[in-house]
């Protein structure tokens, strides 16, 4: 099974609005990574928030997370259409060597 | 510099047949992951390569499949006597994977297999 899940599964906005998406997981981890995917292509990272840090912030994104909760959350402001793809989370397992991914969200912005 | 690349970019062929990947890792990435993605969903661990330690393979799904790399350079992904289900995207990534980890995986575009 997945130790990541994402929710929403897909999610469709309009560009300029903010878009949210969630990750939880099970076990305890090293760090929780973000990825991006456009159609046809391979994954691309976004941002790695280690398991002692609550918030992270990389130009339009801001990833939190709580340990307690063992949840995550990733924050995109003033969307793009550009935006549009599919997000990944991933945990990082504590030896520090394996990454598990949920499921995705898919994100459409409309212009 | 070069990122990942993979190789054939679409392969399609016929139930019962084997068929080859390749992946090329960034330059002095000693970490190295197989996934299979779905259509419309999440990646799926195959196997994953550190150095020249025994590699872990927990994730290959069958003994129809199997992985090699030499050294911390190429590695091939063979999955024998193809299967309909087999039908997905295999997506490569390294990693410099010092130790603690906390390093980003960086992938290759993969390889679309459509079994006929």
């Known amino acids: 099974s997945q130790q990541g899940e994402e929710d929403p599964q897909a999610l469709s906005i309009q560009e300029g609005e903010n878009a949210t998406m969630n990750c939880s997981y099970k076990?305890?981890?090293?760090?929780l990574q973000w990825y991006r995917q456009n159609s046809g292509r391979g994954l691309v990272h976004l941002i790695l928030?280690?398991?002692?840090?609550r918030e992270k912030h990389s130009g339009r994104l801001r990833v939190t997370l709580d340990t307690s909760k063992k949840s995550s959350s990733l924050l995109i402001t003033a969307s793009r259409a550009a935006d549009t793809a599919s997000y990944f989370c991933?945990?990082?397992?504590?030896?520090?060597?394996?990454?598990?991914f949920g499921g995705g969200t898919r994100l459409m912005v409309k212009p | 510099g070069a990122g990942v690349s993979q190789s054939p970019s679409n392969k399609v062929t016929e139930k019962g047949k084997d068929v080859e990947l390749r992946c090329d890792p960034i330059?002095?990435?000693?970490?190295l992951y197989w996934y299979r993605q779905r259509l419309g969903q999440g990646l799926e661990f195959l196997i994953y390569?550190?150095?020249?330690?025994?590699p872990d393979k927990s994730g290959l799904p069958s003994d129809r499949f199997s992985a090699e790399r030499t050294g911390e350079s190429v590695s091939t992904l063979t999955i024998q006597r193809t299967q309909q289900e087999d039908s997905a995207v295999y997506l490569c990534?390294?990693?410099?994977?010092w130790g603690g980890g906390n390093q980003p995986q960086h992938f290759g575009d993969g390889t679309r297999l459509s079994i006929l």
């Open positions: 991933a945990t990082e397992n504590n030896a520090g060597n394996m990454l598990t």
């Open positions: 076990t305890s981890i090293n760090n």
């Open positions: 330059s002095g990435h000693t970490a």
């Open positions: 928030i280690r398991s002692n840090e």
């Open positions: 990534a390294s990693s410099p994977q």
């Open positions: 390569f550190q150095g020249n330690s025994a």
